[in-house]
């Protein structure tokens, strides 16, 4: 489902989930742009870099520095508090016109380890679109996050 809508009420509900059985992908991608840092094994700066879609089984994200396949990173994923180390290692990278995007596959050791962080990614990119679609607020995602966390301590 690329760009499907679902009427519910009054709101317009746009769902952004990336399935291609075409490359190889056994798991749905869902757009994000939630920030990423990636620490590699040298002890250089980390990049700061901005998911294009996270998954099961890894994410996708742009870079302005080609990322090399094999090479593995530590992500972290600055606005949310994961407690689990996450392990990323690169699958494909390839030029665009303003940098590079790549895909990252998560090193894990059992498969759906990292369900709660693409669970929490989902919800919080949704509560982004639904500001921005019912209420007119553009959200930034550093508001975005601080708000759904915000409303999810105050409904558990």
């Given at each position: 489902m690329s760009g499907e809508?679902?009427?519910?009420?009054?709101a317009t509900v746009v769902i952004k989930e990336t399935w291609r059985e075409s490359d190889g992908r056994q798991n749905v991608r869902h757009s994000s742009a939630m920030p990423?840092?990636?620490?590699?094994?040298?002890?250089?700066?980390?990049?700061?870099?901005c998911l294009r879609d996270i998954g099961q089984g890894g994410v996708g994200l742009r870079s302005p520095v080609a990322l090399q396949p094999g090479e593995t990173f530590h992500l972290t994923f600055p606005l949310l508090q994961y407690p689990d180390d996450i392990v990323g290692r690169v699958v494909w990278c390839q030029p665009e016109s303003d940098g590079y995007t790549a895909g990252l596959q998560f090193v894990e050791a059992h498969p759906y380890s990292h369900a709660r962080l693409v669970v929490d990614v989902c919800h919080i990119e949704f509560y982004?679109?639904?500001?921005?679609?019912?209420?007119?607020?553009d959200l930034d995602h550093a508001t975005a996050t601080q708000e759904w966390q915000a409303r999810q301590t105050t409904t558990l």
């Amino acid at each position: 489902m690329s760009g499907e809508e679902l009427k519910k009420g009054t709101a317009t509900v746009v769902i952004k989930e990336t399935w291609r059985e075409s490359d190889g992908r056994q798991n749905v991608r869902h757009s994000s742009a939630m920030p990423v840092n990636l620490a590699g094994s040298e002890p250089e700066q980390p990049l700061d870099l901005c998911l294009r879609d996270i998954g099961q089984g890894g994410v996708g994200l742009r870079s302005p520095v080609a990322l090399q396949p094999g090479e593995t990173f530590h992500l972290t994923f600055p606005l949310l508090q994961y407690p689990d180390d996450i392990v990323g290692r690169v699958v494909w990278c390839q030029p665009e016109s303003d940098g590079y995007t790549a895909g990252l596959q998560f090193v894990e050791a059992h498969p759906y380890s990292h369900a709660r962080l693409v669970v929490d990614v989902c919800h919080i990119e949704f509560y982004l679109r639904d500001q921005r679609q019912r209420l007119g607020r553009d959200l930034d995602h550093a508001t975005a996050t601080q708000e759904w966390q915000a409303r999810q301590t105050t409904t558990l």
